[in-house]
């Protein structure tokens, strides 16, 4: 997963940002997430921060490579931290605030009464919104289908949505 980043990030350093639509955006906000009994003996929901660094390459499809942190201070304490490659679309011209993603993505979660760490791939599907250009925060509703699987265990299912809100912040060098 990480030589794809590096690659990514080395094919779009030589891409030419002269164009208006072409920017770099760093989405930064708070991620609530729930994940359902399964997992641990509670149901839990961790809250941490939500990052994406995107490379917008036209007006409707934008890469971003994203990492998430959050944890959960109850019974058990949570650490969950995820990170790999967005794809996002904005679908209708008249809707171009709205927008899905897709990636896949890394999830590694470490218990507080359990000895090591977890590691899961995790699938990820969003809607989300954008307020405006102007009004550059956003709101994310994500599903992630995720597996955690240690040799001949059975799968566990990690399965959990969250909901994340923040601001983009352009860092391009053409504003």
């Known amino acids: 997963m990480k030589k794809i980043a590096i690659f990514y990030m080395i094919l779009f350093f030589f891409f030419n940002y002269n164009s208006k639509a072409n920017q770099r955006n760093f989405r930064l906000g708070y991620s609530l997430s729930y994940i359902p009994v399964g997992f641990s003996q509670d149901k839990l929901s961790p809250l941490g921060i939500f990052s994406r660094y995107e ?13 998430n942190y959050r944890f ?15 794809l996002q679309h904005h679908l209708l011209d008249k809707l171009e605030n709205f927008y899905i993603s897709y990636g896949l993505l890394m999830q590694m979660l470490k218990l507080s009464d359990t000895n090591g760490y977890g590691v899961a791939h995790d699938t990820r599907f969003a809607v989300g919104y954008q307020l405006s250009s102007k009004n550059p925060y956003f709101i994310e509703l994500a599903y992630h289908i995720s ?19 923040g601001r983009d912040i352009d860092i391009s060098s053409n504003r």
């Open 55 to 67: 490379f917008r390459l036209n007006k409707n499809f934008a890469l971003g490579i994203q990492s």
């Open 72 to 86: 959960y201070n109850g019974k058990q304490k949570l650490h969950q931290f995820n990170y790999g490659l967005v």
């Open 147 to 165: 597996r955690l699987r240690h040799f001949t265990d059975n799968n566990k299912n990690l399965d959990h949505f969250t909901v994340s809100i």
